[in-house]
């Protein structure tokens, strides 16, 4: 079922209509999930979880291509089952627990490389942030395009009440400091300054940024803000429970 959204996007002035950059889509899922076994290819409110992502990569105008990479051929074959290309295995050294994104991207360049296609960035699309608002990720290219940053990330606003000028850490005798280091506490939740947190939903990534300075992120970082009316990143099952929730509300919506 195709989503739907009347969320606001404060990208929404990009009027931009397409992209003068060669970006390819990456959706990273390797097997051996811990805190959800098997959560890739798990079904989610009626579809594997997989399936939302590669809805959404194959919706966006603005990606070249989408490729997946992953070690375990039974998600490979449900990604394929959605449409989407799966043009190698990755090798067993880069789905350990402890391998990260940046050398799983750099395999997957390297990868289309060798078969003659050169890019400008990469969409690194995240299985487990599975809500993302209907062109979005168009949105985030065209910002991507237009303020050619090392690199552009999908944030959101926290809550005032984790703003960190109202967290705190504890010191000795059990004396607290504020965490910004601030000596006053801002008094008034008006005055404070908007703070934001990656949400894991898109990272794009100069090539330029990935060979050079090897990172995703880079020196300049263009923040992307999404606004919705819930975050889901799937790490554990209670996780999972409420992402289950939010779907089952949500489809319930759009059928009614």
């Not at 992502?53 to 989408?66: C, F, G, S, V, Y």
């Not at 984790?162 to 000596?183: A, D, M, Q, V, Y």
């Not at 947190?197 to 300049?220: C, F, M, P, Q, W």
Request: with cysteine; hydrophobic share 35%.
């Amino acid at each position: 079922m195709k989503q739907t959204s009347n969320l606001k996007l404060e990208t929404s002035n990009l009027k931009l209509p397409t992209s003068n950059l060669k970006i390819l889509g990456l959706i990273p899922a390797r097997g051996g999930s811990k805190g959800v076994p098997g959560k890739n290819i798990k079904p989610l409110a009626g579809k594997p979880l997989i399936a939302y992502t590669i809805e959404q990569a194959n919706d966006a105008l603005l990606l070249e291509k989408t490729i997946l990479s992953t070690d375990d051929e039974k998600i490979a074959e449900v990604a394929r089952n959605y449409g989407l290309e799966v043009p190698f295995m990755r090798p067993e050294a880069l789905a350990q627990d402890h391998s990260g994104s940046l050398e799983v991207v750099q395999h997957a360049l390297d990868f289309m490389e060798s078969q003659g296609e050169v890019y400008d960035a990469v969409c690194l699309l995240q299985v487990t942030s599975p809500y993302r608002p209907q062109g979005v990720i168009d949105d985030a290219i065209r910002m991507f395009v237009q303020e050619r940053p090392d690199a552009l990330v999908s944030v959101r606003k926290v809550p005032d009440e984790f703003n960190p000028h109202w967290t705190f850490e504890i010191e000795k005798n059990n004396r607290l400091k504020i965490s910004t280091g601030e000596k006053k506490i801002i008094p008034r939740r008006q005055e404070l300054p908007p703070a934001y947190h990656r949400d894991g939903a898109i990272y794009i990534t100069s090539v330029e940024t990935i060979r050079n300075k090897g990172s995703l992120l880079g020196d300049d970082i263009v923040a992307f803000p999404i606004e919705s009316p819930e975050l889901i990143n799937i790490d554990t099952m209670e996780d999972w429970e409420k992402a289950e929730s939010f779907y089952v509300s949500l489809n319930g919506k759009e059928e009614s």
